[in-house]
């Protein structure tokens, strides 16, 4: 029955004119509209927005827009031809043009208001009006909500032009900010790592802006000079938007009672979340206080789990304020992003994040943005003290879930049933000492080693150049880690309820350990060259980080699977970005 009901329901999708049919605005049919929009969406001057949940905008198009990349494996999802990402009408719907869009599709986007937390803390200086109410998506223009197979996906354009939220900027993102978010959406879905994805990128061929950026070869922390680049529009799908600060910003104004609906837009918003990101978990038939509580503690696992997957793979968000926390608990805005190369608890590529995002302390981060989560939605249990002490307790307890699930994770990676605390202690500090490649080092291990060589592939210096002793204390480490490893074998069992062997643990550890991971350098190279109209290392990369976890061609591994060059460190762009895109 199964079987045959998804296969009743499984859509090809070849046209513009088929995915039009499969429309479902539930954001706009069912929230507020902004009271002061204008209908047709013709919205691109900074204002403050007081109310409502969404204001409709009509995406401004890039000009002379070509095809750069798309996703093939997220169109085979959708069930999506491959030749409509090249397609004129998919391309002018994707690249900000709805002018033509086929009934019963909306001719106008629309873009939200949300606040900003640092840290824990509520900011309202970054609105240009001071207020709080002119910050938002100022370049993401949402373009269509649909039901596949299913599934709710919302088509968001990032640099889709100006909205009420643009701050005065130019609501344009630029090719380069843009493949790397194409291809970090398609990478971390193929590690396993909840994400936002990628459909399609389009650069334009004629249009341009200036962006400070760095000089060849510069090492200043901060862009040294502005350069022209081509305006791009890259469209990320996820089963909704919402991040925490929307939240926050319709539960500051519950609080503050800055108008007669505050409280009820903010439950309106409340239930909107629950039906779009936790349907499966949140039974509709429970009372508002319950789904808050629900929610809460569905987010906070969602989340816990996230940052665990972030460390597992290598990943730092660089800039995790509130605003940038995906309500369903995925990774969402790859800004100023890095994967880590030689091992640092305290690395961060943004140079204006701050230690408080640095590659370790993103757990503490979490935990400030699960603050405000809960921070916005007590208004809604006011006149529920029980339930406002349940919340309470689930914040209370964030930090205990996180450390647990670190926990498992290190012991997946190296390949044990549980965590040993000494043996992640001493190897932290041999790596920090040594030091290794992050990726590398793991993968190295995930083939069982019986000595320490094969494990130098990961390290970025002689073991003589570093603290006396130290190759005899990685080999102590190495036996100590076998020692724990035989009697996991011995002491426990598979699924298939047979005692782990070698191959066993070899493969499980491969499956934890990417091979490749999307390192900055590997990503300045395929954008430079897009800026002269050659995607083909683009579409190289997309195909190698796609498949992260396998053992590739020899010609890849010799390309990709290596330490960090010298001549890469300290090199701005390349080592450390600011957040110009």
Same mark, same amino acid.
Not at 180 to 201: D, Y
Not at 411 to 430: I, Q, S, V
Not at 532 to 547: K, P
């Given at each position: ?32 509209? *902004? ?22 905008? /009509? ?11 798309? =996703? ?83 088509? &968001? ?64 922390? *901060? ?32 609080? /503050? ?56 793979? !290598? ?16 990774? +969402?805005?790859?800004?100023?992003? !890095? ?43 006011? =006149? ?7 919340? &309470? ?78 190759? &005899?204390? $990685?080999?102590?480490? +190495?036996?100590?880690? &076998? ?37 900055? $350098? ?60």
């Amino acid at each position: 029955m199964t079987n045959q009901l998804s296969q009743k329901t499984s859509v090809t999708v070849e046209t513009v004119d088929d995915l039009a049919k499969l429309n479902n605005y539930s954001l706009m049919d069912t929230l507020n509209c *902004d009271p002061d929009a204008t209908s047709n969406g013709v919205d691109h001057a900074p204002r403050q927005v007081f109310s409502g949940h969404y204001v409709p905008v /009509k995406p401004t198009p890039i000009e002379n827009p070509e095809y750069v990349a798309h =996703s093939n494996s997220f169109f085979a999802e959708l069930g999506f031809a491959d030749s409509m990402a090249q397609s004129a009408d998919f391309m002018s719907l994707f690249s900000g043009d709805l002018s033509n869009v086929p009934e019963p599709m909306s001719k106008v986007g629309w873009a939200c208001g949300y606040a900003l937390s640092i840290f824990g803390t509520e900011y309202i200086q970054q609105c240009p009006f001071r207020t709080g109410n002119g910050y938002g998506d100022g370049r993401a223009v949402s373009v269509l909500e649909a039901v596949i197979n299913d599934k709710r996906w919302e088509m &968001q354009l990032k640099g889709g032009g100006r909205t009420p939220y643009c701050r005065g900027a130019d609501g344009r993102a630029v090719l380069r900010s843009s493949v790397r978010e194409f291809l970090a959406q398609e990478h971390m879905h193929a590690l396993g790592v909840p994400t936002s994805r990628s459909l399609s990128l389009y650069v334009s061929k004629t249009e341009t802006v200036q962006r400070p950026w760095y000089s060849e070869g510069s090492n200043a922390q *901060d862009p040294d000079q502005m350069i022209t680049e081509a305006v791009a529009i890259s469209t990320r799908v996820a089963p909704s938007f919402i991040r925490v600060g929307q939240l926050e910003l319709f539960g500051r104004r519950a609080r /503050k009672q800055e108008h007669p609906q505050a409280m009820a837009e903010l439950e309106q918003l409340m239930l909107h979340l629950v039906d779009r990101e936790y349907a499966d978990v949140i039974d509709q038939q429970l009372t508002n206080e319950e789904k808050v509580f629900l929610l809460a503690r569905e987010f906070r696992s969602r989340l816990t789990s996230l940052i665990a997957n972030w460390i597992r793979v !290598g990943y730092c968000q660089g800039n995790f304020n509130s605003d940038n926390c995906a309500a369903g608990g995925f990774t +969402l805005d790859y800004g100023p992003f !890095g994967f880590c190369d030689v091992f640092n608890p305290q690395y961060q590529p943004w140079t204006g994040g701050g230690q408080h995002f640095a590659f370790f302390n993103q757990g503490v981060a979490a935990e400030r943005n699960f603050l405000m989560f809960c921070t916005a939605l007590s208004p809604l249990l006011m =006149s529920k003290p029980d339930y406002l002490e349940q919340l &309470q307790q689930l914040v209370n307890g964030f930090s205990a879930e996180m450390e647990a699930k670190m926990e498992q994770m290190w012991a997946a990676k190296l390949g044990l049933n549980t965590f040993d605390t000494a043996l992640f202690n001493e190897l932290e500090t041999l790596m920090l000492q040594t030091p290794v490649d992050y990726t590398l080092f793991f993968r190295e291990l995930s083939s069982l080693p019986d000595n320490i060589g094969p494990l130098t592939k990961s390290f970025y210096r002689d073991l003589s150049q570093g603290p006396k002793g130290l190759e &005899q204390r $990685w080999s102590a480490w +190495l036996a100590q880690w &076998q020692t724990l490893l035989d009697s996991s074998m011995v002491g426990s069992t598979s699924s298939a309820n047979m005692p782990r062997n070698c191959d066993e643990i070899a493969s499980q550890m491969k499956l934890v350990n990417p091979k490749y991971t999307l390192r900055e $350098w590997l990503l300045v190279p395929a954008y430079q060259q897009a800026s002269v109209g050659n995607y083909s290392l683009v579409r190289e990369l997309q195909d190698v980080m796609t498949q992260p976890y396998a053992e590739q061609s020899q010609d890849v591994e010799d390309k990709y699977y290596r330490i960090k060059a010298s001549e890469f460190f300290g090199v701005g762009g390349c080592s450390h970005l600011s957040c110009s895109s």
